[in-house]
């Protein structure tokens, strides 16, 4: 089978390339649902000329829509099929970075990895397993999400609703260098730490104040320390804010702090 499927992908490298174009030269920044929904239809048009597989919108009244494509086989069948897992998305703002280039080998544009690349690559994949007569006997759903780069606060229920009883799943997102291919990620999670203090005047009242962001700056110190590369935890304070000017005693200051884990 893999040399059957690389003979149905040796001539697809410039149709994916200018399929590539395409999605990168439209915004689909999370908070752009208009052209979320351009990329969108773009992608659905190419799933739809492969036959064996049938395509359903989820529409959002936040974000551009979600998309589900299935084989017949995991249709019939759902319990043990192979999930593919992609996101529309991306983090850049309309006019802040755009246009598809090609700079020798190596394409650049907003989303060329994260991830319209690998929406391009599960794309080709399963139109070469139609091709060589496969796909119909594979299950197999992709699920393309357009709110991941915001948490993924509709997307997550959709995919667990959708793709629940995988055999497995391929998350199309960029590898590392080398071609390497991700097999785990680290945990995280996020808080915002706030503390407490009483104002004051610098000058002629620091006694009677008590200053939030020193309190504050105490828990950071032991927040920072908490970080053990050997043991993959890092704990990131990010973000520090707190006070109104050098001569008050601050009454309130806040942290957000990252933190991964193994």
């Known amino acids: 089978m893999i040399e059957a499927l690389r003979q149905a992908l040796s001539s697809r490298t410039a149709p994916m390339l200018a399929?590539?174009?395409?999605?990168?030269?439209?915004?689909?920044f999370t908070d752009n649902p208009r052209g979320g929904d351009a990329v969108g239809e773009v992608l659905a048009d190419e799933l739809a000329t492969i036959p064996g597989l049938s395509v359903r919108r989820f529409r959002s009244a936040r974000f551009a829509a979600h998309w589900v494509a299935e084989s017949e086989a995991a249709k019939a069948s759902p319990a043990g099929h192979v999930a593919l897992v992609g996101h529309l998305d991306t983090v850049f703002p309309p006019g802040v970075f755009e246009g598809f280039r090609l700079d020798g080998e190596l394409a650049r544009g907003p989303g060329v990895l994260d991830m319209k690349g690998g929406l391009v690559v599960a794309i080709e994949a399963l139109r070469a397993l139609e091709r060589i007569g496969a796909l119909a006997e594979i299950p197999v759903r992709l699920a393309i999400v357009s709110d991941e780069e915001v948490g993924s606060p509709e997307g997550r229920p959709l995919l667990h609703r959708e793709l629940a009883g995988a055999a497995c799943a391929l998350v199309f997102e960029a590898g590392r260098e080398g071609d390497r291919i991700i097999t785990a990620r680290r945990g995280t999670g996020g808080v915002t730490v706030r503390a407490t203090g009483k104002a004051?005047?610098?000058?002629n009242a620091h006694e009677q104040g008590a200053n939030a962001i020193w309190a504050l700056a105490r828990f950071i110190d032991r927040a920072q320390r908490l970080t053990d590369y050997a043991r993959g935890v890092t704990v990131n304070v990010g973000k520090v804010s707190g006070g109104q000017g050098r001569n008050t005693v601050p009454d309130a200051a806040e942290a957000a702090v990252d933190f991964r884990f193994v």
Request: charged fraction near 15%; hydrophobic fraction near 50%; charge should be neutral.
């Open 19 to 28: 399929l590539l174009e395409r999605l990168v030269n439209l915004n689909s």
């Open 200 to 203: 004051a005047h610098a000058g």
